[in-house]
């Protein structure tokens, strides 16, 4: 680009940008359903030998699901839901509070802006809640609520950058 060319970034545009490492995780995790879904849509054997052995039973066990993960993630949603009844575009500050009003450690409780640096509202609200290696992800757009859960990040938050 020459001295003086300027680009603007479309308004419509999102700023949301995967870092690398939380690129991988994504994909990761996209890879891993795409094969649990194979797995599960593949045709059993009827017949044939039988095996009790250690490995044929882990590889037919339902996978586990920590406790720990499944409590977090119930606490975030109903309370980013019941947040959101009352007021679709909340601020960081009462996501906070009613996250840690609902038992999440302060701690563990990272949320991100309500309002950019120019004073608009922000087209979504994320909060996460740490729970052992995973962080329990909220979106809060449109007067909706949005869950998943991503793997913690090398530096043990979930978020990347600072948390306001």
Request: net charge neutral; proline share 7%; glycine share 8%.
């Amino acid at each position: 680009m020459s001295r003086g060319t300027r680009v603007e970034q479309s308004s419509r545009e999102s700023n949301f940008q995967l870092n690398g490492r939380a690129a991988g995780a994504f994909l990761v995790l996209v890879a891993a359903l795409a094969l649990t879904a194979c797995a599960a849509s593949s045709p059993q054997p009827t017949a044939g030998p039988t095996s009790s052995s250690p490995t044929s039973l882990q590889a037919n066990a339902e996978p586990s699901v920590d406790p720990a993960i499944v409590a977090t993630s119930t606490a975030v949603e109903t309370t980013l839901k019941k947040i959101v009844a009352t007021n679709p575009k909340p601020d960081t500050e009462s996501v906070r509070a009613a996250l840690v009003s609902a038992g999440i450690p302060q701690a563990n409780v990272e949320v991100s802006v309500s309002r950019t640096p120019t004073g608009l509202d922000v087209d979504a609200l994320e909060a996460a809640a740490l729970a052992g290696d995973s962080c329990v992800m909220g979106q809060i757009r449109d007067g909706g609520v949005v869950m998943s859960v991503l793997p913690v990040l090398a530096t043990g938050k979930c978020f990347v950058g600072s948390v306001r």
